[in-house]
């Protein structure tokens, strides 16, 4: 029996999830909810899928083994709150919530209700991070000094863009869409931050929020290092993420097209030469059945759906570690407040 | 269509492999003549078609070729549409409607006969023949044979199985452009049955094809399946897996697939270009 899946909100994100649940040979999509009714339009005139303008509704008709909520990071709160108690395994767009009050709320609801939940930060789909990820913990550049975690893109280009993203009510801003996913890749790769200091939230075009947010982090094993991201850097054709890391035997700079190491010692179990060797995507990445704008967005969902099919809850992007992403953006936030700039 | 087509990625920053080569080519390719000149020295070896996303950049090559008429006989541009980034930063930026506005001519959308917007929004075939004229606006005059649907919205239509909208698409490039619609995929399998279940025979599929079986979803062997079985007019591209594979064992791999019509591939360096082409004409005759 294939898993019946919904999704919850139709933005970019959304229908991209849609498009891979879709395709999923495991998995019936059978129905979607969105408040634009362009969209719902589109769908009722070229599709089957079963239409909602009200997610209350949708759940109550549908019989869903999980459902995928792609709506402004505001509405994350009341949408997984519905689903879990309905008994509904739940995939959510990154960030999880507005703040880690209703975060741990959801996250200690989808423990005790028994379901699967996890957030789409999916980076840590992308196989340079994970390979990263693994080089750090095998310690290859030994005991290490100092990171930088960065992103630009060229999201926001003019000052009269007004979707929710340029609304702090709904969780917009660079910190909430960029930044955070920066901070989880540091968080799952290097370690958690337990303080922010120095921050600078800068408006460049953006009237509301922040474009661009500086940060000094100091992780729970004493490292410190640096966030920078900015969301409108024309210099960048799309979101380009990226992570440095300086150990005392050597150096890694990870992004998500390739990895490159260089090694004051040669690391013969690894196979690393001393100074540089550089690792590409083409060998790292993970192999998927459909691809739309990246491998990781479908392995996520892959993942997503093995765990519900396997009852085994996900290691990689739970409640648990989004919860802790939205601390540190509250630990931010607050600093910056302290910098009198926020 | 010619054994080799030209491919536009170098000359805007898109590496699969590398950002910072993305970014070295940002810098070579900051001028259009800069553009002009590597599609000369394409010319120079022998290749006259260019397969190109519709950059804004674009428009600038095509006023250059228009002016040189002359210098540029017998020479065709196969548009890829929509250049995916500008609209899926409009999207996040200004939301659908908002990009709507913004791509279609005020004019185009003023004058559409049943009443602007608010009609659109029930008429999606009328708005997607708008969506195609705008995109195709900057090529008046050029020859454009074959017009493809660009891979991020093919796959978006493949995946939430809005399979009509291609033969639609399909009916407005034949009647409108007189031109052969084709369809760039990463999902070339599952694309081909999705054309013949509504009735597009032999179509001209753009996918993945490399010896690496990079970008091949689903895997190398499904693809090898349908190249050697089914009717379809194959492109390959990426055929170097972003640069992974050297040449000769590239175009090596791609001559035990004879049903291949066409090879997509781009360069920066006149020696590159000239290489890959002797390849190609070695292996694949």
């Known amino acids: ?342 | 269509m010619d054994k080799v087509l030209f491919g536009d990625n170098q000359f805007f920053a898109v590496s699969h492999m590398s950002d910072e080569k993305s970014r070295q080519q940002a810098i070579r390719f900051k001028d259009d003549n800069s553009i002009i000149n590597v599609l000369d020295q394409a010319r120079c070896v022998g290749i006259n078609t260019f397969m190109c996303t519709t950059h804004e950049r674009i428009s600038n090559i095509c006023d250059h070729i228009r002016a040189n008429k002359e210098k540029y006989e017998g020479y065709k541009i196969y548009p890829c549409m929509p250049y995916a980034h500008k609209f899926a930063n409009a999207v996040t930026e200004y939301g659908y409607i908002g990009t709507i506005k913004k791509y279609i001519p005020g004019n185009l959308l003023g004058s559409f006969a049943k009443g602007g917007l608010a009609f659109v929004r029930k008429d999606f075939i009328s708005l997607m023949e708008l969506l195609v004229d705008a995109e195709m606006k900057m090529f008046k005059g050029i020859d454009t044979p074959v017009i493809f649907l660009q891979n991020v919205l093919v796959d978006l239509i493949l995946g939430l199985k809005m399979i009509t909208v291609f033969k639609e698409y399909d009916h407005y490039i034949r009647k409108r452009y007189n031109a052969e619609p084709g369809y760039i995929t990463m999902n070339m399998p599952a694309m081909y049955d999705a054309l013949s279940s509504v009735g597009i025979n032999n179509p001209i599929i753009c996918s993945s094809i490399n010896k690496l079986g990079f970008r091949m979803s689903g895997g190398k062997e499904i693809y090898e399946k349908y190249l050697a079985e089914k009717q379809f007019r194959p492109i390959a591209m990426q055929v170097l897996a972003a640069g992974a594979l050297k040449p000769k064992e590239a175009i090596e791999y791609l001559g035990k697939l004879p049903r291949i019509e066409s090879v997509l591939f781009g360069a920066s360096s006149r020696n590159h270009i000239q290489e890959t082409k002797e390849l190609i004409e070695k292996y694949m005759a």
């Not at chain 1, 899946?5 to 139709?10: C, D, K």
């Not at chain 1, 505001?74 to 739940?90: D, F, G, S, T």
């Open chain 1, 1 to 342: 029996m294939k898993l019946k899946g919904g999704v919850i909100g139709l933005g970019k994100m959304g229908i991209s999830h849609a498009a891979i649940v879709g395709t999923h040979p495991s998995v019936d999509l059978v129905a979607v909810c969105d408040t634009t009714s362009i969209v719902l339009d589109v769908f009722k005139k070229f599709s089957n899928i079963r239409l909602y303008h009200d997610y209350i509704k949708m759940f109550e008709n549908e019989n869903l083994d999980f459902v995928v909520i792609a709506t402004p990071t505001r509405l994350h709160y009341p949408m997984v709150k519905y689903a879990l108690n309905k008994k509904v395994n739940v995939l959510c767009e990154k960030p999880f919530c507005m703040n880690s009050i209703e975060g741990s709320e959801l996250e200690q609801l989808a423990v005790k209700n028994g379901l699967i939940n996890q957030v789409s930060y999916h980076n840590q789909f992308i196989g340079t991070f994970r390979e990263l990820k693994r080089l750090i913990k095998s310690g290859v550049i030994g005991e290490l000094v100092h990171f930088t975690g960065e992103a630009y893109g060229n999201v926001i280009t003019d000052e009269k863009g007004g979707t929710w993203r340029s609304d702090p009510k709904e969780g917009g801003g660079c910190l909430f869409d960029y930044a955070s996913h920066v901070i989880n890749l540091v968080q799952e790769i290097i370690g958690r931050p337990v303080r922010a200091n120095g921050t600078l939230r800068k408006k460049i075009l953006s009237k509301g929020v922040d474009d661009a947010v500086y940060s000094m982090l100091t992780l729970e094993n004493g490292l410190s290092g640096v966030l920078m991201v900015n969301w409108c850097d024309q210099t960048y054709r799309k979101m380009s993420t990226s992570l440095t890391i300086q150990g005392k035997k050597g150096k890694i700079i990870c992004d998500a097209t390739e990895i490159k190491i260089y090694l004051h010692e040669p690391q013969i179990r690894e196979g690393l030469d001393k100074g540089w060797t550089i690792k590409y995507i083409t060998d790292l990445a993970i192999p998927v059945n459909f691809y739309l704008r990246g491998e990781e967005y479908s392995a996520q969902i892959d993942h997503f759906i093995e765990c519900i099919a396997q009852k085994k809850q996900t290691e990689i992007n739970s409640f648990e570690q989004a919860l802790y992403t939205d601390k540190v953006i509250e630990m931010i936030i607050k600093d910056s407040k302290l910098q009198n700039n926020g």
